[in-house]
């Protein structure tokens, strides 16, 4: 078969949706269906045989193109529509698969040019423009909301990453079939960089302290102000332990930087900056917890499978995008609030034993449900599904 993958994102980039994308691409390659991808003109090139990138053009003006919702996208997914449309009407696309808001007008193309249609909902779109502050209520939303429910309708299968997003398809278009399609970690195994991890404790002049690690971007819904917050309680009853917190754009890090030297834990929280994909072995060898503080959201974070799959700790908020895959049993969980953040913390550092009955059971269901294997399977099993209903036509 012949796919035409739309992913309005930049790729590749090292970060949840592109990463994403990029595994299912390698196993639709690899059962020799050709893809073309199409993206947003930025990110790095990705070899592949079987796959070709087309990217989009460049809109006046844009550089980049931010995580999450913003007025950039908006004359970038414009010129996407007409690359794609054009794409469409020269080459013969037996599939149309389109992540997040592509699938509007990927649904439209699929339908005009005969296509089965996959809609890819690595997030639920309307609710992410609530928790990112984007939209708060009006007009816009709500169209947002009957086009979301109108493109599910015309999918022949929806993938999502969990129970919830999984739970509202199956009540806005009950005839659509669901592939759930949750995340896995980067490799079958994890291997311990402890070179790496001396390298960087020196780089960061933290000794031999106990390391909390935090690593993602610094965006509102990430819950960074309640780990902030949560670390002024850790400095002043355990003030050996250091926070690393690794990501985060220069504005939003100096945001929260400030933040925790108004709390008195400057000396507490190091930050690392932006790294890249190949030091995050290191970063989890040196770490003996791993925070994952968010405070909004519906879509697992993709973080939480490769801490799982490490055999640390995890310290997490009790929010749906957590305990979707996370309960008692196998994580520290907390209420998205400074103090019970930060005893969740501390009881992590302080139960050697029970931190390592959490982290083995994380281990055991990660290996049970969320392998990297079982993620393949899925992939293989949605397009064995679409070839034959498009070799049934």
């Not at 402890?194 to 960087?200: I, N, V």
Request: some cysteine.
């Amino acid at each position: 078969m012949k796919a035409l993958f739309l992913a309005p994102q930049p790729f590749f980039r090292d970060r949840g949706t592109p990463i994403r994308t990029l595994r299912q691409l390698e196993k639709i390659t690899a059962m020799g269906h050709r893809v073309d991808l199409l993206c947003y003109p930025f990110g790095t090139h990705v070899e592949m045989p079987g796959l070709r990138i087309i990217r989009s053009p460049r809109a006046p003006g844009i550089r980049d193109v931010a995580i999450g919702p913003s007025m950039a996208k908006v004359p970038m997914d414009i010129l996407m529509l007409w690359r794609a449309w054009r794409l469409c009407r020269k080459e013969r696309y037996d599939v149309i698969q389109a992540v997040e808001e592509a699938a509007f007008f990927g649904a439209i193309l699929a339908r005009r040019f005969g296509c089965r249609f996959v809609y890819n909902l690595d997030s639920h779109l309307s609710d992410q423009l609530l928790f990112t502050g984007f939209l708060t209520e009006g007009v816009i939303l709500r169209i947002v909301e009957r086009m979301e429910r109108r493109t599910l309708r015309r999918a022949d299968y929806a993938v999502t990453v969990g129970p919830m997003i999984s739970g509202l398809v199956r009540a806005l278009a009950p005839s659509t079939a669901v592939i759930q399609l949750e995340d896995a970690p980067f490799n079958e195994r994890f291997e311990e960089d402890r070179e790496g991890a001396a390298r960087l404790r020196d780089e960061l002049a933290i000794g031999d302290a106990p390391v909390a690690l935090y690593a993602g971007n610094f965006k509102g819904y990430q819950g960074l102000d309640i780990l902030a917050y949560a670390a002024g309680v850790v400095a002043r009853q355990r003030p050996d332990i250091r926070i690393v917190l690794a990501g985060g754009a220069p504005r939003d890090v100096a945001r929260i930087r400030a933040l925790t030297d108004e709390v008195g834990a400057a000396r507490t929280c190091v930050f690392a900056g932006r790294r890249p994909a190949s030091e995050m072995a290191a970063f989890t060898s040196m770490a003996r917890v791993f925070l994952v503080p968010r405070s909004r959201g519906t879509n697992p974070p993709l973080k939480l499978y490769p801490a799982m799959q490490s055999g640390r700790p995890i310290v997490a908020t009790r929010v749906p995008s957590n305990t979707q895959i996370l309960d008692d049993s196998c994580a520290f969980l907390a209420d998205p609030e400074p103090e019970a953040f930060a005893r969740e913390i501390l009881r992590a550092f302080g139960d050697a034993q029970e931190s390592a009955r959490r982290a083995d059971e994380a281990r055991r269901r990660l290996q049970a449900h969320y392998s990297l294997a079982d993620f393949y399977g899925k992939v293989a099993g949605l397009y064995e599904a679409l070839e034959h209903k498009v070799r049934g036509q």
